[in-house]
């Protein structure tokens, strides 16, 4: 189920988000069909959006300091 990189996000964001995403359609899927531990997915799929919202952050203050002044 792995999904290729988000192609408008930086390298490792790109990973976060395809991750994330994965994460988010498991635990879809296993509430849709009652499989599996659902709060323990959500909780991982949180997790994830969580380290890629950290990802941003930083990419966004790295491409602000980048910039002269």
């Known amino acids: 189920m792995q999904q290729p990189p988000h192609p408008s996000l930086p390298g490792a964001c790109a990973m976060e988000a ?3 995403s994965d ?3 498991v635990a879809n899927f296993n509430r849709e069909f ?3 531990d659902v709060a323990e ?3 991982a ?3 994830a959006a969580v380290a890629l919202e950290a990802c941003l ?3 966004e ?3 602000v300091e980048a910039v002269p002044r």
């Open 23 to 25: 994460l988010a359609t």
């Open 61 to 63: 203050r790295e491409r």
């Open 45 to 47: 799929a949180a997790r």
């Open 57 to 59: 952050d930083v990419e």
């Open 18 to 20: 395809a991750y994330a």
């Open 41 to 43: 997915t959500w909780t």
């Open 34 to 36: 009652a499989l599996g």
